[in-house]
């Protein structure tokens, strides 16, 4: 990861034809760009994989992969002020203003779904034409109790807040979530934010230490459950497409309200010549870009396949 100024922690992936950096002419045009933006407890190390993938396919492409604020190496970054969707979307949009790039494809997991509709609506100006937004596995309107189902983001920080601030062992965590009825990929899952703290070949006994600002995520989801972005959806931003990935083992995350609501958007969308979609990833569970990697991998392309024919239109 790489910090600007202290702004916020990043990498960039490059497709192999990208010849560009922030540094460079500012009359220089910057490459197609998508942002790539995690959940709640992630990185953005979860979209690497996938990133260098999206590179290799789409070389003129780059991917900004974002650490959200109070995640990952941006933890330790101290930010003023409530952390809240709103908040961590402007932060976003700060960073690529410094890096003096226009996203074409913002894709947000979860809560970073909602960071990505929110940083349409923070938009101080109209953001590069066209752009498309895809949410994945989450709705834009506030989460209704009890919709998250096990695993719930809530139990799972307040248990995280309640464990020592330093482990002797990823294993020994991983053993006290299954313990207390967490899953055993949620639990591997959490432990990939465990860093060692005591110097690797020292004489004394390992230990790890998390890598995140657990109270400040926790004032994150509450603000995600709260954060109501429907007017974004209904009246979407002229030359703005939204796309809807529902996960299709991920039913206890949608609402039957929230699947019509989305659909009469799509149909007033279509009217109005604007974009919204609704798109069902099969074979998947809430964390897609793990649980069907290729599947996502399909329905993505045709994004950066579509927005590349455009750029070479221009």
Known sequence: ????????????????????????????????????????????????????????????WQFLLVDLRCHGDSASIKKRGSHTVASTAFDVLKLIGQLRLSPRVLVGHSFGGKVALSMVDQAAKPLARPVRVWVLDATPGKVRSGLDGEDHPVELIDFLRRMPVQVNSKQEVVDALVKAKFSVDVARWV?????RSSPSGSRSSPSYSWIFNLNGISEMYKSYEDTNLWRIVENVPRGVHINFLKAERSLHRWALEDLQRIHTAEEVAADEAGGVEMHVLEDAGHW?????PDGLFRILSSTFRIETSLRGRE
């Open 1 to 60: 990861m790489i910090s600007i100024l202290s702004l916020q922690a990043y990498e960039l992936v490059q497709g192999n034809l990208v010849q560009w950096n922030s540094f460079m002419d500012k009359s220089i045009p910057d490459p197609p760009t998508a942002v790539l933006l995690h959940g709640i407890l992630g990185s953005g190390k979860n979209w690497g994989s996938f990133a260098k993938r999206l590179a290799q396919e789409f070389p003129m």
């Open 191 to 195: 432990a990939t934010n465990l860093r």
């Open 288 to 292: 897609v870009h793990a649980d069907n």
